[in-house]
């Protein structure tokens, strides 16, 4: 094939997998946060069209080809974590019985005790379908993606689209209209923009934050108009601003505190550019430096005033719950030692994917108190990380955690130097960290966003590396 038909192929796949990832950020984050019973095999069965793009990545002729086969390997972990738990559907553990036309699950122990089990096969098939597919369909970032402008452009038009979701969000928070303007109903009444929990939103929220951080940077760094309200770094600096205006105003408290420290790492690297490039042109450096400050003193005014009202009903929820009998915390510390104890009963290989809310039965078979503030049973550990122990024990947590650490791998010091490395990471981090105290990634847009903007960050520096070394 000549070089360029090569190229051609190339660009088509590139364009393919942008439109791709670009429609699957967008779906899952506008229709109902991507965690309604009807959108997930919809989710699903689009990413699941990722494999036809990856086949046609490996199949490239020319250098993008040979590339994209180099890093077949890093998807061992996410090959082994899927024979894994496609062995555990074959080793039932509970069996299904019909009570009042309800299906309800009986632990009767699996045939085979020493190998991968699970609670539903069905239920763990499905769950696999959709987080190997939301996997898949971001890693072809690294296969196709063979221009760093392809990549901002995705980063742009997905953080625009949260950008435009917060103000949906806000419009509606503020109006107490109801979930989509009251022309439907939240099954959690704690609901933000088309995000049925709030605290999923704060998660998507940062992701996206960060990386609208990351190009506020950029854009700064690549300033070339006549002044400041002909770039675009304005606009987008007033979208980042917003984005993180909805943590306090959406009432999510570890949202705001995740808010907070991105801006103040934001805020922290601004000053210190500003006072560099000031002292290099020998001017001084307090005029900016005290406007910026006061521009954040502004922002904080109008967000208090916002969001007043969400932060007077979350600091009286709060007050009530720190002085119950069982406080909030030592509630959810009972949780995660009644889910250490279920790891426990099966370290290895788990009770079987998307089979907590069952086996944890085991642990608590009776429902909780009605006093309770949230749950009368627990669906999920309120920890992806003990819950992922729970449900695929150490082997699958240490091929789940190599997935990422892979390619991770890949990233050298000087590439994190870039603001379009360093921010998407920051907020995937944030976002891994929080999973330690709440579920992050039971919802659809956050697992699609994460691998996103993961796998974004990577090549980007990959990209970066290759441009520096030819230059």
Known sequence: MSSKSSSSFSSRLETAVLIHVGVLVLASSWIYGGNIWWVRPLLSTWAGFGLVLTVAAFLQPGDSGREARGKSGWLLPWVLLIGLIVASSFNPSFFPIQIEGKTMFVHRGPAHPDWPSTVNPS?????????????????????????????????????????????????????????????????????????????HWGAFMILWLATGAGLVFYHAIRHRARDLWHSPLTAVAMGVLFMALTAPVSASRSATVMAGLVVLVALAHALSRIAAHRRAINRPVWPPIVALLLMVVLTMAATGWLAHRSISERYTDTRQVMTKDKPFLAE?????????KLAMQKPVFGWGLESYGTAFMLIRPRPLAENRQYEASYVKAHSDWLQSVAETGFVGTTLLILMALVPLASVTWRALRH???????????????????EFPFANGAVLIAFWTLFFSAIRYAGLQRQSDSAG
């Open 123 to 199: 239920a763990t098939l499905h769950e696999l379908w959709f987080g190997a597919g939301a996997y898949l369909a971001a890693f072809n970032l690294m296969l196709a993606m063979g221009s760093r402008r392809a990549l901002r452009r995705l980063l742009v038009f997905c953080t625009t689209s949260a950008v435009v979701l917060a103000v949906f969000g806000t419009i509606q928070k503020l109006s107490g209209l109801g979930y989509y303007f009251g022309s439907s109903t939240s099954p959690n009444v704690r609901f933000f923009a088309t995000f049925i929990y709030y605290n």
């Open 332 to 340: 959810r510390l009972d949780l995660y030692k009644d889910t250490w």
């Open 419 to 437: 603001p379009l490395v360093t921010y998407p990471l920051l907020g995937c981090a944030l976002i891994a960290l929080y999973a330690w105290v």
